[in-house]
């Protein structure tokens, strides 16, 4: 079994450091196998927010953690034009990694990050033909036993972004990126962007676009919340590829703890949650954990 935390959309220079402080007792405590982060670092892409950023990859690192990490929209440089189109990701290479297409496997899954943020599209996310091929070849030569996952900020899917069902939108090369998901046997995605907690299978949500666990997180110390939901970040159990357990790991207002739980279980076409009656099957959303009011 792999144990997994998965994090995203930090925003060092909008952040709680009590909450930040919090995340890295957590982590520390329970010790997962990798630490994904899945982009949004900082809140401008300026440079003390990088130094932040990187001191709290330090720690963690120090402390004995794997750190998988992709940048974000927000890692770009929004103000610095000149910046922002002539080297968009130095300041994010030179304080948080150079590798824009981390790998990470162990005897039970193979984890793949892959850069959606881009210059041109300002929040919204892109990937491109080397992208696609390189999905292609890393996950090709996985052994089959083994889960595959895919890391992106932005999500692959569009997501429903409020009760009233209205999407949002998917990545640029869509199609070509859901087929190459499809093509590579990709189990799970991860994502973050939205600040908003959802897990469901892709073959629920529409025709054609493949088997993947669909896995979002919200923020995790960002003070820029949506949807009256609070920071948070999920913890995974991937305890053989057809067997999954997702909790989600909520901030209360002094600490981080459990929350709303799903066992999702593949029967070789679509994810299943096998606790419905708890959780709903397409939303997992933190903000039900009666904690905050407690």
């Known amino acids: 079994m792999t144990r997994i935390a998965h994090l995203s959309d930090l925003h060092f220079g909008a952040n709680d450091p009590k909450i930040v402080a919090a995340s890295e007792a957590w982590l520390q405590k329970r010790q997962p196998d990798l630490v994904i982060i899945s982009g949004d670092f900082t809140q401008r892409a300026r440079t003390a927010q990088f130094r932040d950023a990187s001191a709290y990859l330090n720690r963690l690192r120090s402390s004995g953690l794997k750190v998988l ?21 130095a300041r994010y290479s030179r304080y948080i990694g150079n590798d824009l297409a981390p790998w990470f496997e162990d005897d039970a899954v193979a984890v793949l990050g892959i850069n959606t943020a881009r210059s041109l599209t300002i929040k919204d996310g892109r990937i491109n033909a080397e992208q696609i091929a390189l999905m292609r070849t890393r996950f090709g030569a996985v052994p089959a036993h083994k889960t595959r996952i895919l890391v992106t900020h932005h999500p692959l899917f569009a997501l429903p972004l409020d009760a009233d069902s ?13 087929t190459a998901a499809l093509d590579s046997g990709i189990h799970i995605a991860l994502a973050g962007h939205f ?19 669909v896995i979002q997180a919200g923020t995790a110390t960002s003070t820029r919340l949506r949807n009256a939901e609070p920071q948070s970040f999920n913890w995974l159990h991937v305890e053989r590829r057809e067997h999954v357990s997702l909790q989600v790991i909520a901030w209360d ?15 070789g076409s679509e994810w299943t949650a096998t606790n419905a009656s708890s959780v709903e099957q397409d ?3 933190a903000r039900h954990l009666e904690a905050k009011g407690r």
């Open 69 to 89: 990490a992709i940048p974000g929209n927000h890692d770009i440089p929004l103000f610095d034009v000149f910046r922002r189109f002539a080297t968009p990701l």
């Open 283 to 285: 939303l997992i959303r």
């Open 253 to 267: 207002g002094t600490s981080f703890g459990d929350g709303a739980q799903a066992i999702f279980d593949f029967d």
């Open 195 to 213: 600040h908003r907690t959802y897990a469901k299978s892709a073959a629920s949500m529409a025709e054609n676009l493949g088997s993947a666990l």
């Open 166 to 178: 209205k999407l949002s939108e998917a990545v640029g090369r869509h199609e070509d990126a859901v």
